[in-house]
């Protein structure tokens, strides 16, 4: 047995004039009740220091400098930093990154129980739109303020375990859990912003709960993985999203999963030795999987139909 004892840290919305200072008593509140519950690592939402703020279009894209961090630990997230340290806990938190070459990324850290970031990772698939599209009742311009990362999807050997870490839309393409599969993962940590209207088709609104469990599911089972799910929810400046967080066992599973949309705490204890129930059975990739035939998958974007 390799046990962890994870925690999803759920947010409730944060506001427009929320302060990163109030948001981060906020995270160290969820972090001491996670750590009460004998989580090891807590991980908290996309974004987690701020409003969702690709809502809103600005013209110039340094009238938003102010939503994006420049230095992590930052001046306003140390207090977090240094009780995760003081409790002996790991975590996993989602910020906007702006680098000191000017580029923009939608980026989550893995921080270990010493308070040292172990690993970066930047969000590859930037969902939304590049350009301002003002008959919407609200905005979704990722495209806008974030780069795509190129940097891929990787895998880190902390918490006993084979970490690795995706953002939001990232768990919606099978792509992102299989290139960690191939890097034997064992628990995948995903912060996620998702409103409950989709703009584009408004027939998908009653299915976000649906499509979120069945991506991330399908995904833990396929390749013998825990999934941990965390939702920034509610109703933030008017526009409503998907709380539904939750931890997700190899054989696809829920384990554990909050009943509000507000700040909330849910943990399981993961074996990670679970996980080699599937890898090492159907899921024995160097056994069974067929790259000679999925060659479209890396050499083509989109379907091409001859
Ligand atoms: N944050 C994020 O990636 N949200 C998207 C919303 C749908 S695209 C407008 C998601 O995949 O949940």
């Known amino acids: 047995m390799r046990n962890l004892t994870v925690a999803a840290a759920q947010l409730g919305p944060i506001q427009r004039n929320d302060d990163r200072q109030s948001v981060v008593i906020r995270l160290i509140d969820l972090l001491r009740d996670a750590h009460s519950k004998s989580a090891e690592l807590v991980v908290f939402p996309e974004l987690a220091l701020t409003t969702f703020f690709p809502r809103w279009f600005v013209e110039n894209i340094s009238e938003a400098d102010h939503w994006y961090e420049t230095e992590m630990p930052s001046i306003a997230t140390r207090p977090l930093f240094d009780e995760a340290k003081k409790l002996g806990v ?40 590049e350009h301002h599209e ?11 303020y974030f780069k795509p990362s190129d940097e891929g999807f990787g895998v880190w050997s902390a918490f006993g375990g084979r970490i690795g870490m995706m953002i939001c839309n990232d768990r919606r393409w099978p792509e992102s859990y299989r ?4 890097q034997g993962v064992e ?21 976000q709960g649906f499509h979120n469990a069945l991506v991330m599911q399908s995904g833990a089972y396929q390749n013998g993985t ?9 109703i933030e400046e008017g526009v ?18 909050t009943q509000t949309n507000g700040d909330e705490v849910v943990t399981a204890v993961c074996d990670l030795d679970w996980c080699n129930n599937y890898k090492k059975t159907l899921f024995d990739f160097d056994r069974y999987r067929r790259p000679e035939v999925y060659g479209r998958i890396t050499s083509q974007r989109g379907p091409k139909i001859e």
């Open 90 to 129: 790991g975590f996993c938190l989602g910020y906007a990154e702006l680098t000191n070459t000017g580029e923009r990324f939608n980026t989550q850290i893995l921080v270990g129980k010493d308070g040292s970031i172990i690993a970066k990772y930047r969000k590859v698939h930037i969902p939304g739109h």
């Open 134 to 144: 003002p008959n919407r009742p609200f905005q979704h311009a990722e495209r806008y």
């Open 179 to 182: 290139v960690m599969g191939l």
């Open 187 to 207: 628990m995948i940590l995903c912060g996620y912003n998702t409103p409950l209207h989709y703009v584009p088709d408004p027939t998908q609104d009653v299915l």
């Open 226 to 234: 825990f999934v941990v799910g965390v939702a920034k929810g509610g």
């Open 240 to 257: 409503d999203s998907l709380a539904d967080s939750s931890i997700i066992a190899p054989s696809g599973e829920i384990l554990a999963k």
